[in-house]
């Protein structure tokens, strides 16, 4: 059962998927309504790209195997109406969808253009109407006419990437698009930054902290190091290339030669376990200058933002170095007055809505005109406490967290309800298949 169907049990609702039901746009006037769709999605030809078939001179010009375009019933926009629109590229839905949620805030019309693992994004109410890209190796060269003609017949503005992969795509071909592109830094620089082990690298090289980190072929390279006591326990043990918390695993004293063994990913990257605070720093940059930043660490169910200038002058150069476009992130371990970078994120990231609440939307800033070298970075976060959705119902985790951080939450969480209740689903589909051994593919449900 997918995570969508999932979501109409529970709300009552379903997607409209729409290849013989015209899209509705109940937030424009009856008599505009005729006019929007004949200037915005007007009838492609024989290779039509994912629009409902109302919309097309006869069914049959939608070529086999060509999904149709999932569209809103309703499109509830920002309190700051604007007139431009973006296509979102999307290799998958968990990260992309802070990516939406974020840019909904400063464009009119939102539309996504995804992956079939990207595919739950379609509920969302920010998004005026999915595409499936039509190519089995995902976003690349080959996709460019497709975007190029999809972005003509909707009107597109601007492309905006949401994660790694959609990143790293417009790195490449960002510069044969025909609507303006969100800035992301060049290819050889993303490359660098991304991979886990060539980052520690240039940290080194810049005299950044780090800890102290081995690279591994395979995971008989790293039992081999642990038991010639090269290695020392605990450790971390991690993939070079996998996003968020993906394949990480603490090596314990007594244990670690069996959960060794589990490791499914090679080459391995061993890290120096070290017990301290989590930081994330987080800024936006054109050609090397920072112009928005964002500096918290985690509290469990809240992140509060802080200020702390050693870091951030650390941050200031990598960003120089590799002259950075874009958004970029870094993953800080601090040891009382000690710190240490652990890896970079060249992305969007995964607590950029809490940003967004408290004050700083990375999606508007990349969309705006650049600012002036002589005019003053934007306001400081640090202070402000943000609780995640999943510490509503607990007691206030800080003094400075109160009832209006409480309700700007939820009125995040109530404007998109139906997404909203597709993802505590997935959440709960997921722990408990993990707790109850059910195998991933069916916890996940997306």
Not at 290 to 296: F, G, K, N, Q, V
Not at 328 to 336: A, K, N, V
Not at 365 to 392: C, D, F, H, N, Y
């Amino acid at each position: 059962m997918t995570l969508s169907r999932l979501g109409e049990m529970a709300t009552g609702e379903r997607a409209a998927v729409a290849p013989h039901k015209p899209m509705e746009f109940d937030n424009l006037p009856r008599s505009g309504r005729r006019r929007d769709t004949t200037e915005s999605l007007k009838s492609l030809a024989p290779e039509g790209i994912g629009i409902s078939s109302w919309l097309r001179a006869a069914p049959t010009s939608q070529p086999p195997h060509q999904p149709p375009a999932f569209s809103k019933s309703r499109d509830r926009r920002s309190v700051e109406q604007k007139s431009a629109s973006a296509l979102i590229l999307a290799s998958e839905w968990r990260l992309p969808y802070r990516t939406l949620r974020c840019a909904a805030r400063c464009f009119d019309r939102i539309y996504i253009l995804g992956t079939k693992e990207a595919r739950p994004l379609a509920r969302s109410l920010s998004c005026r109407a999915f595409h499936y890209l039509p190519f089995e190796e995902g976003f690349g060269s080959t996709s460019v006419p497709f975007i190029n003609r999809l972005s003509d017949q909707l009107s597109i503005d601007w492309i905006i990437p949401s994660d790694a992969r959609t990143t790293r795509f417009l790195t490449e071909n960002g510069a044969m698009l025909g609507p303006k592109s969100y800035p992301v830094p060049d290819t050889s620089t993303f490359d660098l930054l991304n991979d886990k082990s060539t980052f520690i690298s240039l940290c080194q090289k810049l005299e950044i902290p780090t800890p102290q980190t081995e690279v591994l072929a395979d995971k008989q390279q790293l039992l081999s190091r642990i038991q010639d006591g090269y290695l020392k326990l605990p450790l971390v043990a991690k993939p070079i290339d996998r996003e968020g918390s993906q394949g990480v695993m603490v090596l314990h004293s007594g244990e670690a030669l069996g959960v060794a063994g589990w490791l499914g990913y090679e080459p391995i990257m061993a890290q120096e376990y070290i017990l301290g605070r989590d930081l994330c720093a987080f800024y936006f940059c054109r050609e090397g200058r920072i112009e928005l930043e964002a500096l918290y660490h985690h509290g469990g169910h809240f992140i509060e933002f802080i200020e702390h200038q050693d870091i951030s002058q650390q941050c200031r150069k990598i960003i120089e170095a590799t002259n950075y476009n874009g958004v970029i992130g870094f993953d800080i371990l601090q040891r009382d007055a000690c710190f240490y970078f652990l890896e970079c994120n060249p992305r969007f990231w995964y607590n950029m809505e809490l940003a967004m609440l408290a004050g700083s939307n990375f999606v508007e800033v990349g969309v705006k005109v650049p600012k002036r070298a002589e005019q003053p970075l934007s306001t400081s976060l640090a202070g402000k406490v943000m609780i995640r959705p999943s510490g509503l119902l607990r007691k206030s985790p800080a003094p400075r967290a109160g009832i209006s951080t409480r309700l700007a939450v939820l009125a995040y969480l109530a404007d998109d309800l139906p997404m909203m209740v597709s993802i505590g689903l997935d959440k709960v589909l997921r722990t408990f298949g993990e707790t109850a051994g059910i195998p991933l593919r069916l916890a996940a449900a997306a």
